[in-house]
Protein backbone atom coordinates (compact mmCIF):
# COMPACT_ATOMS: atom_id res chain seq x y z
CA UNK A 1 0.00 0.00 0.00
CA UNK A 2 1.80 3.25 -0.78
CA UNK A 3 1.83 6.18 1.81
CA UNK A 4 -1.59 7.94 1.79
CA UNK A 5 -1.83 11.62 3.80
CA UNK A 6 -4.36 13.87 5.49
CA UNK A 7 -3.99 16.75 3.02
CA UNK A 8 -5.72 20.22 5.64
CA UNK A 9 -6.25 21.99 2.31
CA UNK A 10 -8.42 19.68 0.07
CA UNK A 11 -9.86 17.92 3.22
CA UNK A 12 -8.90 14.33 2.04
CA UNK A 13 -6.44 11.19 2.24
CA UNK A 14 -4.22 11.69 -1.27
CA UNK A 15 -1.72 9.56 -1.76
CA UNK A 16 1.86 10.89 -0.84
CA UNK A 17 3.92 11.21 -4.28
CA UNK A 18 7.13 14.04 -3.89
CA UNK A 19 7.82 16.03 -6.26
CA UNK A 20 11.03 14.81 -6.89
CA UNK A 21 10.55 10.70 -6.72
CA UNK A 22 12.08 9.09 -3.18
CA UNK A 23 12.93 12.49 -1.71
CA UNK A 24 10.33 13.70 0.84
CA UNK A 25 11.19 17.37 1.53
CA UNK A 26 9.66 18.11 5.00
CA UNK A 27 8.94 21.39 6.88
CA UNK A 28 7.98 21.79 10.32
CA UNK A 29 7.17 24.82 12.40
CA UNK A 30 9.67 24.46 15.47
CA UNK A 31 10.02 25.78 19.12
CA UNK A 32 9.97 29.15 19.92
CA UNK A 33 12.93 29.40 22.79
CA UNK A 34 11.25 31.19 25.45
CA UNK A 35 10.40 28.58 28.00
CA UNK A 36 10.40 25.04 28.27
CA UNK A 37 8.55 22.82 25.84
CA UNK A 38 5.40 21.47 27.50
CA UNK A 39 4.31 17.96 26.57
CA UNK A 40 1.63 19.32 24.66
CA UNK A 41 4.43 20.74 22.33
CA UNK A 42 6.22 17.90 22.51
CA UNK A 43 2.93 15.84 21.45
CA UNK A 44 3.12 17.34 17.84
CA UNK A 45 6.87 16.61 17.54
CA UNK A 46 6.60 12.97 18.19
CA UNK A 47 3.71 13.38 15.27
CA UNK A 48 6.40 14.64 13.25
CA UNK A 49 9.03 12.14 14.00
CA UNK A 50 6.51 9.40 12.99
CA UNK A 51 5.83 10.78 9.58
CA UNK A 52 9.27 11.36 8.88
CA UNK A 53 9.65 7.33 9.93
CA UNK A 54 7.14 5.87 8.17
CA UNK A 55 8.57 7.99 5.59
CA UNK A 56 12.35 6.38 5.89
CA UNK A 57 10.54 2.86 6.36
CA UNK A 58 9.11 3.59 2.88
CA UNK A 59 12.02 3.90 1.44
CA UNK A 60 12.29 8.01 0.90
CA UNK A 61 15.01 9.96 1.55
CA UNK A 62 13.54 12.60 4.37
CA UNK A 63 14.99 16.19 3.94
CA UNK A 64 13.68 17.65 7.65
CA UNK A 65 13.87 20.97 8.05
CA UNK A 66 12.74 22.52 11.20
CA UNK A 67 13.23 26.29 12.37
CA UNK A 68 13.69 27.73 15.80
CA UNK A 69 12.01 30.92 16.44
CA UNK A 70 14.42 33.05 18.15
CA UNK A 71 12.69 36.44 17.43
CA UNK A 72 9.27 38.38 16.47
CA UNK A 73 6.99 35.50 17.71
CA UNK A 74 4.60 37.78 19.65
CA UNK A 75 2.54 37.05 22.46
CA UNK A 76 -0.55 36.70 20.40
CA UNK A 77 -0.27 34.64 16.85
CA UNK A 78 -1.02 37.74 14.80
CA UNK A 79 1.20 40.58 15.73
CA UNK A 80 -0.34 42.43 19.17
CA UNK A 81 1.51 41.92 22.61
CA UNK A 82 4.94 41.46 23.18
CA UNK A 83 7.95 39.76 20.81
CA UNK A 84 7.89 36.45 23.43
CA UNK A 85 11.99 36.41 23.86
CA UNK A 86 11.91 40.01 24.94
CA UNK A 87 9.35 39.30 27.50
CA UNK A 88 11.30 36.39 28.60
CA UNK A 89 14.38 38.15 28.67
CA UNK A 90 13.28 40.94 30.94
CA UNK A 91 11.41 38.33 32.92
CA UNK A 92 15.15 36.02 33.68
CA UNK A 93 17.44 39.11 32.96
CA UNK A 94 19.15 37.75 30.52
CA UNK A 95 19.56 38.72 26.99
CA UNK A 96 17.38 37.33 24.46
CA UNK A 97 20.22 35.85 23.19
CA UNK A 98 21.00 33.79 26.19
CA UNK A 99 17.62 32.96 26.95
CA UNK A 100 17.41 31.34 22.71
CA UNK A 101 19.99 29.45 23.57
CA UNK A 102 19.33 27.81 26.98
CA UNK A 103 15.72 27.02 25.93
CA UNK A 104 16.91 25.14 22.68
CA UNK A 105 19.13 23.08 24.78
CA UNK A 106 16.69 22.51 26.81
CA UNK A 107 14.85 21.42 24.08
CA UNK A 108 17.06 19.09 22.12
CA UNK A 109 17.29 17.46 25.17
CA UNK A 110 13.56 16.59 25.46
CA UNK A 111 13.29 15.76 21.81
CA UNK A 112 16.58 13.45 22.26
CA UNK A 113 14.81 11.44 25.07
CA UNK A 114 11.89 10.86 23.64
CA UNK A 115 13.87 9.60 20.43
CA UNK A 116 12.60 11.96 17.97
CA UNK A 117 15.27 12.09 15.00
CA UNK A 118 16.54 15.85 15.15
CA UNK A 119 15.86 17.32 11.50
CA UNK A 120 19.22 17.53 9.55
CA UNK A 121 18.41 21.10 9.68
CA UNK A 122 17.53 23.18 12.09
CA UNK A 123 18.12 26.93 10.75
CA UNK A 124 17.37 29.97 13.54
CA UNK A 125 15.33 32.95 12.83
CA UNK A 126 18.08 35.57 13.99
CA UNK A 127 20.99 33.68 10.83
CA UNK A 128 18.34 34.23 8.38
CA UNK A 129 16.73 37.81 8.83
CA UNK A 130 18.45 38.80 5.33
CA UNK A 131 16.67 35.84 3.29
CA UNK A 132 13.24 37.10 5.18
CA UNK A 133 14.79 41.05 4.15
CA UNK A 134 14.89 39.53 0.53
CA UNK A 135 11.52 37.80 0.27
CA UNK A 136 9.87 41.09 1.86
CA UNK A 137 11.82 43.07 -0.95
CA UNK A 138 10.05 40.27 -3.67
CA UNK A 139 6.90 41.07 -2.23
CA UNK A 140 7.30 44.71 -2.08
CA UNK A 141 8.63 44.23 -6.21
CA UNK A 142 5.30 41.99 -6.88
CA UNK A 143 3.33 45.08 -5.03
CA UNK A 144 1.90 43.08 -2.15
CA UNK A 145 3.22 45.57 0.86
CA UNK A 146 2.32 49.06 2.47
CA UNK A 147 4.71 50.73 5.20
CA UNK A 148 2.98 52.59 8.38
CA UNK A 149 4.73 53.64 11.43
CA UNK A 150 4.12 50.18 12.95
CA UNK A 151 5.99 48.27 10.11
CA UNK A 152 5.66 46.88 6.55
CA UNK A 153 2.71 45.00 5.82
CA UNK A 154 1.41 42.43 3.88
CA UNK A 155 -1.90 43.61 1.93
CA UNK A 156 -4.12 40.52 2.42
CA UNK A 157 -6.88 42.33 0.23
CA UNK A 158 -4.58 41.71 -2.95
CA UNK A 159 -4.12 38.17 -2.23
CA UNK A 160 -7.46 36.81 -3.99
CA UNK A 161 -7.23 33.58 -2.34
CA UNK A 162 -6.07 34.46 0.95
CA UNK A 163 -7.08 32.00 3.62
CA UNK A 164 -7.62 29.18 1.71
CA UNK A 165 -5.97 26.95 3.69
CA UNK A 166 -8.32 27.68 6.61
CA UNK A 167 -10.92 28.04 4.43
CA UNK A 168 -11.85 31.75 5.85
CA UNK A 169 -13.93 34.32 4.89
CA UNK A 170 -12.08 37.13 4.39
CA UNK A 171 -15.19 39.57 3.89
CA UNK A 172 -16.45 38.78 7.31
CA UNK A 173 -12.64 39.06 8.73
CA UNK A 174 -12.46 42.25 6.92
CA UNK A 175 -15.76 43.78 8.25
CA UNK A 176 -15.99 41.30 11.19
CA UNK A 177 -17.29 44.30 13.91
CA UNK A 178 -16.01 41.88 16.79
CA UNK A 179 -12.37 41.92 15.85
CA UNK A 180 -10.18 44.15 17.89
CA UNK A 181 -7.61 45.75 15.59
CA UNK A 182 -4.69 46.52 17.83
CA UNK A 183 -2.99 48.06 15.32
CA UNK A 184 -4.36 51.42 13.37
CA UNK A 185 -2.25 51.38 10.86
CA UNK A 186 -3.80 48.58 9.28
CA UNK A 187 -5.43 48.79 6.40
CA UNK A 188 -7.64 45.36 7.08
CA UNK A 189 -7.63 43.09 10.03
CA UNK A 190 -5.59 39.86 8.74
CA UNK A 191 -3.00 42.09 7.09
CA UNK A 192 0.19 41.17 9.06
CA UNK A 193 3.49 42.66 9.73
CA UNK A 194 6.30 41.28 7.95
CA UNK A 195 9.11 44.06 9.18
CA UNK A 196 8.41 45.66 12.63
CA UNK A 197 9.36 49.17 12.53
CA UNK A 198 9.88 52.02 15.11
CA UNK A 199 10.50 49.56 18.62
CA UNK A 200 12.79 51.51 20.40
CA UNK A 201 12.76 49.44 23.36
CA UNK A 202 13.04 46.18 21.21
CA UNK A 203 16.41 44.38 22.01
CA UNK A 204 16.82 42.30 19.16
CA UNK A 205 17.14 44.73 15.79
CA UNK A 206 18.06 44.61 12.58
CA UNK A 207 19.05 47.33 9.74
CA UNK A 208 17.00 46.93 6.59
CA UNK A 209 15.94 49.28 3.67
CA UNK A 210 12.62 50.29 5.92
CA UNK A 211 14.61 51.19 8.74
CA UNK A 212 16.06 49.46 11.91
CA UNK A 213 13.53 46.67 13.20
CA UNK A 214 12.48 43.27 13.29
CA UNK A 215 10.94 40.27 11.39
CA UNK A 216 7.82 39.08 11.80
CA UNK A 217 7.13 35.63 12.92
CA UNK A 218 5.09 34.33 9.62
CA UNK A 219 7.80 35.43 7.40
CA UNK A 220 10.80 33.32 8.66
CA UNK A 221 8.80 30.10 8.39
CA UNK A 222 9.06 31.22 4.80
CA UNK A 223 12.27 32.62 4.07
CA UNK A 224 13.88 29.44 5.94
CA UNK A 225 11.44 26.87 4.10
CA UNK A 226 12.59 28.29 0.77
CA UNK A 227 15.99 28.90 1.14
CA UNK A 228 16.52 24.88 2.30
CA UNK A 229 13.74 23.39 0.11
CA UNK A 230 12.63 25.24 -2.38
CA UNK A 231 9.77 27.43 -3.69
CA UNK A 232 7.46 24.82 -3.74
CA UNK A 233 8.17 21.67 -1.31
CA UNK A 234 6.14 18.61 -0.55
CA UNK A 235 5.11 18.36 3.22
CA UNK A 236 4.65 21.51 6.23
CA UNK A 237 3.55 20.19 9.35
CA UNK A 238 2.62 22.08 12.75
CA UNK A 239 -0.16 22.29 15.33
CA UNK A 240 -3.83 22.45 14.31
CA UNK A 241 -3.95 26.09 15.98
CA UNK A 242 -1.91 26.97 13.02
CA UNK A 243 -3.86 26.79 10.52
CA UNK A 244 -5.75 30.01 10.77
CA UNK A 245 -2.79 32.18 11.12
CA UNK A 246 0.82 31.23 10.77
CA UNK A 247 0.48 28.67 7.61
CA UNK A 248 -2.41 30.87 6.13
CA UNK A 249 -0.10 33.96 6.22
CA UNK A 250 3.07 31.82 5.44
CA UNK A 251 1.01 30.56 2.33
CA UNK A 252 0.12 34.45 1.21
CA UNK A 253 3.29 35.82 1.68
CA UNK A 254 5.45 32.70 -0.22
CA UNK A 255 2.76 32.50 -3.29
CA UNK A 256 2.65 36.18 -3.72
CA UNK A 257 6.14 36.65 -3.45
CA UNK A 258 7.25 33.32 -5.76
CA UNK A 259 4.46 33.08 -7.94
CA UNK A 260 4.65 29.27 -7.36
CA UNK A 261 2.65 27.08 -5.09
CA UNK A 262 4.29 26.95 -2.09
CA UNK A 263 3.27 23.38 -0.42
CA UNK A 264 1.80 19.97 -1.58
CA UNK A 265 0.69 18.27 1.14
CA UNK A 266 -0.28 20.10 4.25
CA UNK A 267 -0.62 18.13 7.47
CA UNK A 268 -1.52 19.33 11.32
CA UNK A 269 -1.34 17.99 14.28
CA UNK A 270 -4.65 17.63 16.85
CA UNK A 271 -3.57 19.16 20.69
CA UNK A 272 -2.81 17.57 23.78
CA UNK A 273 -5.30 18.45 26.70
CA UNK A 274 -4.79 18.59 30.30
CA UNK A 275 -7.93 18.39 32.20
CA UNK A 276 -10.08 19.20 29.04
CA UNK A 277 -7.95 22.49 28.56
CA UNK A 278 -5.21 23.67 26.32
CA UNK A 279 -1.73 23.87 27.99
CA UNK A 280 0.35 26.71 28.06
CA UNK A 281 4.19 27.20 27.99
CA UNK A 282 3.42 30.91 29.48
CA UNK A 283 1.99 29.18 32.64
CA UNK A 284 4.25 26.53 33.08
CA UNK A 285 5.08 27.53 36.56
CA UNK A 286 1.79 27.38 37.56
CA UNK A 287 0.80 24.84 40.86
CA UNK A 288 -2.13 23.56 41.76
CA UNK A 289 -3.26 22.34 45.01
CA UNK A 290 -3.55 18.20 43.52
CA UNK A 291 -1.68 15.58 45.81
CA UNK A 292 -0.50 13.95 42.41
CA UNK A 293 2.58 15.43 40.63
CA UNK A 294 1.78 18.59 38.39
CA UNK A 295 2.85 17.20 34.87
CA UNK A 296 4.00 20.30 32.24
CA UNK A 297 7.10 19.65 30.69
CA UNK A 298 9.11 16.15 30.11
CA UNK A 299 11.61 17.03 33.65
CA UNK A 300 8.14 17.38 35.50
CA UNK A 301 7.16 13.58 34.23
CA UNK A 302 10.77 12.34 34.31
CA UNK A 303 10.59 14.68 38.24
CA UNK A 304 8.04 12.22 39.27
CA UNK A 305 9.68 9.09 37.86
CA UNK A 306 8.43 8.14 34.59
CA UNK A 307 10.01 6.80 31.08
CA UNK A 308 9.81 9.58 28.99
CA UNK A 309 9.80 6.98 26.24
CA UNK A 310 6.11 6.25 28.05
CA UNK A 311 5.01 9.32 27.05
CA UNK A 312 6.03 8.63 23.53
CA UNK A 313 4.04 5.71 23.83
CA UNK A 314 0.83 7.52 25.00
CA UNK A 315 1.63 9.63 22.10
CA UNK A 316 1.06 6.45 19.90
CA UNK A 317 -1.93 5.77 21.56
CA UNK A 318 -3.90 8.53 19.79
CA UNK A 319 -4.08 9.21 16.40
CA UNK A 320 -2.47 12.20 15.54
CA UNK A 321 -5.91 14.20 13.87
CA UNK A 322 -7.42 13.33 17.09
CA UNK A 323 -7.54 15.42 20.36
CA UNK A 324 -5.31 13.28 23.60
CA UNK A 325 -6.54 13.94 27.05
CA UNK A 326 -3.78 13.64 29.23
CA UNK A 327 -3.69 12.10 32.69
CA UNK A 328 -1.41 10.51 35.40
CA UNK A 329 -3.69 7.22 34.99
CA UNK A 330 -3.08 7.44 30.87
CA UNK A 331 0.46 7.70 31.43
CA UNK A 332 0.44 4.69 34.37
CA UNK A 333 -1.30 2.26 31.60
CA UNK A 334 1.10 3.29 29.00
CA UNK A 335 4.23 2.32 31.34
CA UNK A 336 2.11 -1.09 31.81
CA UNK A 337 1.65 -1.44 28.22
CA UNK A 338 5.15 -0.49 27.37
CA UNK A 339 6.89 -2.72 30.04
CA UNK A 340 4.59 -5.55 28.34
CA UNK A 341 6.11 -5.26 25.17
CA UNK A 342 9.57 -5.44 26.18
CA UNK A 343 9.11 -8.42 28.32
CA UNK A 344 8.82 -10.04 24.67
CA UNK A 345 11.70 -12.15 23.85
CA UNK A 346 12.98 -14.28 20.81
CA UNK A 347 12.61 -17.58 22.11
CA UNK A 348 8.76 -17.01 22.79
CA UNK A 349 7.80 -15.39 19.39
CA UNK A 350 4.99 -16.71 17.88
CA UNK A 351 5.91 -15.68 14.38
CA UNK A 352 9.28 -17.41 14.46
CA UNK A 353 10.17 -19.86 11.46
CA UNK A 354 7.00 -18.89 9.87
CA UNK A 355 8.18 -16.53 7.06
CA UNK A 356 4.47 -16.39 5.90
CA UNK A 357 2.94 -15.66 8.98
CA UNK A 358 5.55 -13.07 9.02
CA UNK A 359 4.83 -11.39 5.83
CA UNK A 360 1.30 -11.37 6.43
CA UNK A 361 1.53 -9.40 9.94
CA UNK A 362 4.41 -7.23 8.42
CA UNK A 363 2.31 -6.34 5.42
CA UNK A 364 -0.93 -5.77 8.32
CA UNK A 365 0.91 -3.44 10.28
CA UNK A 366 2.60 -1.79 7.57
CA UNK A 367 -0.82 -0.94 5.65
CA UNK A 368 -2.04 0.27 8.98
CA UNK A 369 0.96 2.69 9.59
CA UNK A 370 0.54 3.84 5.64
CA UNK A 371 -2.66 4.43 6.05
CA UNK A 372 -2.32 8.46 7.00
CA UNK A 373 0.03 7.02 9.97
CA UNK A 374 -2.39 4.72 11.75
CA UNK A 375 0.16 4.28 14.37
CA UNK A 376 -2.51 3.27 17.21
CA UNK A 377 -3.88 1.18 14.56
CA UNK A 378 -0.40 -0.19 14.19
CA UNK A 379 0.58 -1.03 17.74
CA UNK A 380 -2.73 -2.98 18.52
CA UNK A 381 -1.80 -5.27 15.89
CA UNK A 382 1.89 -5.53 16.57
CA UNK A 383 0.61 -6.06 20.16
CA UNK A 384 -2.03 -8.74 18.85
CA UNK A 385 1.04 -10.75 17.74
CA UNK A 386 3.00 -10.31 20.64
CA UNK A 387 6.19 -10.97 18.29
CA UNK A 388 10.12 -9.99 19.39
CA UNK A 389 10.72 -9.89 15.39
CA UNK A 390 8.07 -8.04 14.70
CA UNK A 391 8.54 -5.77 17.32
CA UNK A 392 11.83 -5.16 16.57
CA UNK A 393 11.60 -4.52 12.68
CA UNK A 394 8.94 -1.85 13.14
CA UNK A 395 10.77 -0.26 16.41
CA UNK A 396 12.52 1.91 13.54
CA UNK A 397 8.71 3.81 13.20
CA UNK A 398 8.18 3.31 17.12
CA UNK A 399 11.16 4.25 18.80
CA UNK A 400 10.84 2.96 21.94
CA UNK A 401 14.77 1.56 21.85
CA UNK A 402 12.72 -2.18 21.76
CA UNK A 403 15.51 -4.43 21.19
CA UNK A 404 17.62 -2.69 23.76
CA UNK A 405 15.07 -2.61 26.42
CA UNK A 406 13.95 -6.15 25.72
CA UNK A 407 17.20 -6.89 27.19
CA UNK A 408 17.48 -4.97 29.86
CA UNK A 409 13.71 -5.39 30.99
CA UNK A 410 12.63 -7.39 34.00
CA UNK A 411 10.51 -9.49 33.19
CA UNK A 412 8.44 -10.13 36.00
CA UNK A 413 8.07 -13.52 37.13
CA UNK A 414 5.57 -16.12 36.87
CA UNK A 415 3.53 -17.52 39.65
CA UNK A 416 4.54 -21.02 38.86
CA UNK A 417 8.69 -20.01 39.35
CA UNK A 418 7.84 -17.51 42.67
CA UNK A 419 6.07 -20.59 44.06
CA UNK A 420 9.22 -23.33 43.18
CA UNK A 421 11.39 -20.45 44.85
CA UNK A 422 9.54 -20.30 47.52
CA UNK A 423 9.73 -24.45 47.93
CA UNK A 424 13.15 -24.30 47.19
CA UNK A 425 14.27 -21.55 50.35
CA UNK A 426 11.74 -23.80 52.72
CA UNK A 427 13.55 -27.36 51.38
CA UNK A 428 17.44 -25.62 52.22
CA UNK A 429 15.98 -23.90 55.61
CA UNK A 430 15.43 -27.05 56.66
CA UNK A 431 18.46 -28.48 55.35
CA UNK A 432 16.26 -30.93 52.56
CA UNK A 433 19.44 -30.64 50.08
CA UNK A 434 18.03 -33.44 47.63
CA UNK A 435 14.60 -31.52 47.30
CA UNK A 436 16.58 -28.31 46.74
CA UNK A 437 18.99 -29.65 44.39
CA UNK A 438 15.78 -31.29 42.29
CA UNK A 439 13.95 -27.36 42.66
CA UNK A 440 16.68 -25.72 41.26
CA UNK A 441 17.44 -28.22 38.46
CA UNK A 442 13.34 -27.65 37.22
CA UNK A 443 13.77 -23.49 37.50
CA UNK A 444 16.92 -24.54 35.09
CA UNK A 445 14.71 -26.93 32.90
CA UNK A 446 12.85 -23.86 32.66
CA UNK A 447 15.21 -21.17 31.12
CA UNK A 448 16.32 -19.31 34.57
CA UNK A 449 19.74 -19.13 35.88
CA UNK A 450 19.59 -20.16 39.62
CA UNK A 451 22.00 -18.24 42.44
CA UNK A 452 21.74 -18.21 46.30
CA UNK A 453 21.65 -14.35 47.69
CA UNK A 454 21.63 -13.29 51.13
CA UNK A 455 17.35 -13.53 50.84
CA UNK A 456 17.28 -16.85 49.28
CA UNK A 457 17.08 -17.80 45.71
CA UNK A 458 17.59 -15.92 43.16
CA UNK A 459 16.41 -16.61 39.31
CA UNK A 460 17.78 -14.61 36.31
CA UNK A 461 15.56 -15.70 32.92
CA UNK A 462 18.80 -16.51 30.58
CA UNK A 463 16.95 -14.33 27.71
CA UNK A 464 17.57 -10.77 29.78
P1 LIG B 1 5.43 26.98 19.96
O1 LIG B 1 6.76 26.62 20.53
O2 LIG B 1 4.53 27.63 20.94
O3 LIG B 1 5.56 27.79 18.68
O4 LIG B 1 4.70 25.61 19.57
C1 LIG B 1 5.37 24.52 19.03
C2 LIG B 1 4.42 23.54 18.39
O5 LIG B 1 3.54 22.95 19.36
C3 LIG B 1 3.52 24.14 17.32
O6 LIG B 1 3.49 23.27 16.19
C4 LIG B 1 2.15 24.20 17.99
O7 LIG B 1 1.13 24.10 17.05
C5 LIG B 1 2.20 22.98 18.88
N1 LIG B 1 1.31 22.99 20.07
C6 LIG B 1 1.05 24.02 20.90
N2 LIG B 1 0.23 23.62 21.91
C7 LIG B 1 -0.04 22.30 21.71
C8 LIG B 1 -0.82 21.30 22.41
N3 LIG B 1 -1.48 21.57 23.52
N4 LIG B 1 -0.85 20.05 21.89
C9 LIG B 1 -0.16 19.74 20.77
N5 LIG B 1 0.59 20.64 20.08
C10 LIG B 1 0.66 21.90 20.54
ZN1 LIG C 1 6.19 28.20 11.03
Known amino acids: MPVSLYNTMSRKKEVFEPLVP ?11 VYNYAHIGNLRTYVFEDILHRVLEFNGFKVMHVM ?5 GHMTSDADDGDDKMQTAALRENKSPWEIAKFYEDAFFLDTSRLN ?36 VYFDTSRNDDYGKLARLQL ?5 GRNEVVADETKRNPSDFVLWFLNKPTHIMK ?7 GYPGWHIECSAMSIKYLGETFDIHCGGVDHIPVHHTNEIAQSECATHAPFVKYWMHGEFLLM ?30 GYDPLSYRYLCLQAHYRSELNFSLEALDASTAGLRKVYSLRPETDPLAGDAEAYQTARRRVLDAMNDDLGVPQAVGILNSYGSYSLWAEFDAVVGIDFVKRAKTTDVELPAEVLELIAKRNEARK ?17 GYEVGDGAQGTTVKSRSL
Open 116 to 151: IIKPQVTPRATEHVVEMIELIQRLEANGYTYVTTEG
Open 67 to 71: NITDV
Open 22 to 32: STARLYCCGPT
Open 206 to 212: WESPWGP
Open 430 to 446: TRQWAASDALRDQLIGM
Open 171 to 175: ENQRT
Open 275 to 304: NGGKLSKSKLTQQTNDQRPKISTLQTMIDA
